[in-house]
Each structure stands twice: as structure tokens, then as C-alpha cells.
């Protein structure tokens, strides 16, 4: 993406690749910034378990590209996310086998549909249909890559400072509004400390944001699980469906 964005800013501003560009290097740290942010370990499996990433279409189509398992950073957030989800050492080393035929298109992933089909099928449709030769790894994709993405984090930010501060409401400066979206920010982090946050009327009460839209039907609490935002939602992840509704968060 930022590759994109670098091409984009120039070709407006018409400079050369090599050329300073004061706009870009603003938008490009804000970009690392969010990057950082969002680098997460379980963020790194789901990138390496992303058959797309290995295809030689999307690789070819920047020269600085590298599949995953070549990268040292994504490769060690891996192999961590792993250590968690697979602390039996035998049903690990099972697992990185099967990563090791999946990322290097060896046993079981040979075949010329499996390879040809990594840069054009959705990653869950490749895994249904390659998977099978690598079933914990398979079933670990499936979980993984099905979660949907959502940009409720920023939103709530966003929303929170259009409540604090606002040019009908009012004008305070911006350091001032900052301040204030930082301590409302901060008192909501605090509240999910409380008990009444797991349990009771109250449990989970500012999942859907700063957003007061009804949400009949939808089970909000249900998929409430699929945040990212804290460790205890994110540890529940990747448990089975089987045991959902008999696991809480500490």
C-alpha cells in the first residue's frame, strides 16, 4: 500500500522517485505509525498463511517483494503466534512441517491448480480446496483468515473527538481536545477493569463504540470475541466453537 500511495503522491506533485517529497515523508511516517500499531503477532500468521503472498503474480509485481517465510520480522512473530497456539512440542513441529511443505509448495502443495490457484482464489476458498494435506495448519487458516476486519478502533476515536470538540460546539484548541479525547480514552480502558465489564447488564458495553444505532438481531455480544483491541478478546480467537459458550475472559 505504501508503495502505491509513494506513486501516487509524485505522480501529483510530478517528481522523480528519487526526489525529497516534504507531503510524502509526512504521510509516510503516519503510515509506519498505524503499521506498528496493527503489527501483531497473530497479524504476521495470518499474513503468512495468505496463499496470495506466495504466488509468483504478487511477487513479481515489485522486486523488493519476499514471501513470508523469507522475512525475519513476520518469520519470528510467526513462529511465536505458533508457540502459543501449539505449546505441545510434537503438535508444533506437526504444524511447522506443514508449513514448511505450504510455504515452499512441496508435498501436498504441488500441484500445478494449487500453485496457479494462490494468487486468484480468496485465501478460505484455496484452503478449502488445497488444504487437505496439511489438516492442523488447515483448520488453523480457516479460523484465522475468516475473521472479519474492522475499523471500529479508529472509528471510536474519530467519534470521540467529534463529540469533545466540535466547530458548532464549540473552539477549543486542538491540544486542548487532544487532552480530552486522551482522558475519555483512558476512562474507558479503565472501566473494562472493572468486574461489571464481564459480567451483568453492563458486559462488554462499549464494543460497538461510540455508535448508540440499535443493534437488534445482529448478536453483538456473540462475535464480540473477534476484537483485537485487548489481549483477553484476542486469546479467544482460535477457540473451538465447541467450547465458546463455556469459555469467559479473565
Known amino acids: ?34 503499521w506498528a500499531k496493527s503489527n501483531t503477532p497473530l497479524h504476521c500468521l495470518a499474513h503468512s498463511l495468505n496463499p496470495r503472498y506466495y504466488s509468483s503474480s504478487w511477487l513479481n509485481e515489485d522486486p523488493n517483494r519476499v514471501p513470508p517465510h523469507r522475512d525475519l520480522e513476520i518469520s519470528k512473530m510467526r513462529n511465536k503466534c505458533l508457540k502459543t497456539f501449539f505449546p505441545n512440542n510434537e503438535e508444533r513441529r506437526v504444524v511447522n512441517e506443514e508449513f514448511a511443505n505450504f510455504s515452499t509448495a512441496g508435498e501436498g502443495f504441488d500441484e500445478h491448480d494449487s500453485i496457479e490457484d494462490r494468487g486468484v482464489l480468496d485465501p478460505k476458498k484455496w484452503w478449502v480446496i488445497h488444504g487437505a494435506a ?51 480514552t483512558n476512562l474507558r480502558l479503565l472501566s473494562r477493569r472493572a468486574p461489571e465489564y464481564i459480567k451483568g447488564e453492563t458486559k462488554m ?38 467450547n465458546e459458550n463455556e469459555t469467559e475472559p479473565n
Request: hydrophobic share 35%.
Open 205 to 242: 458495553w462499549d464494543v460497538g463504540g461510540d455508535s448508540f444505532d440499535t443493534f437488534d438481531s445482529v448478536g453483538l455480544l456473540e462475535i464480540a470475541n473477534l476484537s483485537l483491541d485487548g489481549p483477553d478478546l484476542e486469546s479467544m480467537v482460535f477457540i473451538d466453537d465447541s
Open 1 to 34: 500500500m505504501i508503495e502505491k500511495v509513494k506513486v501516487a503522491i509524485y505522480r501529483r506533485e510530478g517528481k522523480k522517485e528519487d526526489e525529497e517529497s516534504s507531503f510524502y515523508s509526512v504521510v509516510h511516517k503516519i503510515l509506519i505509525d498505524r
Open 134 to 184: 496439511a489438516s492442523m495448519l488447515q483448520n488453523l487458516a480457516l479460523k484465522l483468515l475468516g475473521q472479519p476486519c474492522s475499523s471500529s478502533c479508529c472509528e471510536r476515536n474519530w467519534s470521540t473527538y467529534s463529540f469533545i470538540h466540535s466547530m458548532k460546539r464549540n473552539k477549543i484548541t486542538p491540544q486542548r481536545a487532544e487532552d480530552l479525547v486522551s482522558v475519555h
